[in-house]
């Protein structure tokens, strides 16, 4: 079992930038892959970035990639995203995903851990 708390999301003006975190407890995080996601209002929830369980392979949608970093520190259990560059359409409630898998092609495969989002709100 894992369990996934988020923390970091606010209103932030077009090009602003917010670090969003992803503490977990359980199972021993650095043991699997971790990835972010994101579902606006009337929108399907979709892939953001992911991250493998050694922070070696990292992997990004087209549409943040460039302006969004992801990361983890197995130390403390927490999984990182910084988001830069921010855009009124990258607001939506950002969930924290575990124990999914990163392909080699870069495929992330979410896993069945999910947080209660946190929200992101980019002013224009």
């Known amino acids: 079992q894992v369990q996934l708390v988020e923390s970091g999301g606010g209103l932030v003006q077009a090009g602003g930038s917010l670090r969003l975190s992803c503490a977990a407890s359980g199972r021993t995080f650095s043991s699997y892959a971790m990835g972010w996601f994101r579902q606006a209002p009337g929108k399907e929830r979709e892939f953001v970035a992911a991250i493998s369980w050694s922070g070696s392979r990292t992997t990004y949608a087209d549409s943040v990639k460039g302006r969004f970093t992801i990361s983890r520190d197995n130390a403390k259990n927490t999984m990182y995203l910084q988001a830069s560059s921010l855009k009124p359409e990258d607001t939506a409630v950002y969930y924290c995903?575990?124990?999914?898998?990163?392909?080699?092609?870069?495929?992330?495969?979410?896993?069945?851990?999910w947080g209660q989002g946190t929200q992101v709100t980019v002013s224009s």
């Open positions: 995903n575990a124990d999914g898998t990163v392909s080699y092609s870069g495929r992330y495969s979410p896993g069945l851990y």
